[in-house]
């Protein structure tokens, strides 16, 4: 028979991420593995967040092989620290390379002299590449590494994620399709909570969900 810790292996919690209340409430929290239980160390609104029920909460995180969904309850053991123990063994929710959103985010290509090459926006984006739209007076090398800018903020300033990627294929209307080749842990990380949180937002839509 396997044991709730070898199951948890296959679908292991990262170091951070999202902890729901049963009203759909949620902070930021700190994860660390504490033989079957986790401990949770609340980042932001730690005293609201614990004065509601810590019963039938939901831990959503990036592991290894995605997003990470566990059912639990939790105990206050100090003022932003939690004891969180779970109901179920935790699902793979989405495997990353699959789970994609359409999104128009600027992206700036450079090749390796730092020179722009395309200035580009992107038709869909997810933890493993890239449908981009760049204008039909520019193009993308067919060969090598293209050093690129994704700007998933809503200024320039924000949330920047650096990398290099290369062409899958090449579609009509000068759209290209694209998998990163290097990006950092944090980068890809950043990129599949942007794929969650629209997905996210996508399915409230889709539902009717108020709030």
Do not use: W
Request: charged share 25%; with cysteine.
């Amino acid at each position: 028979m396997t044991s709730l810790d070898d199951k948890r292996l296959n679908a292991k919690h990262g170091t951070s991420g999202q902890l729901f209340a049963q009203d759909g409430e949620s902070v930021p929290v700190s994860i660390t593995h504490h033989g079957e239980d986790l401990l949770l160390v609340v980042l932001d609104r730690a005293g609201e967040f614990v004065a509601g029920p810590l019963n039938r909460l939901t831990l959503e995180s990036i592991g290894a092989r995605g997003i990470v969904r566990t059912s639990g309850s939790a105990e206050l053991i100090e003022a932003n620290l939690l004891r969180f123990t779970l109901d179920q063994t935790a699902e793979v929710v989405q495997r990353r390379e699959f789970v994609r959103v359409t999104a128009a985010k600027r992206i700036v290509f450079e090749d390796e002299e730092g020179d722009v090459i395309a200035d580009a926006l992107t038709v869909d984006i997810s933890g493993g590449g890239l449908l981009v739209q760049v204008p039909r007076s520019k193009d993308l090398p067919n060969e090598g590494s293209i050093y690129f800018t994704l700007y998933l903020g809503l200024t320039d300033c924000d949330d920047q994620v650096n990398g290099t990627v290369y062409i899958v294929r090449r579609k009509q209307d000068n759209q290209f399709a694209l998998a990163f080749q290097h990006i950092s842990r944090a980068d890809q990380e950043r990129l599949i909570r942007f794929v969650f949180e629209r997905q996210r937002v996508a399915l409230k839509v889709t539902r009717g969900d108020n709030g």
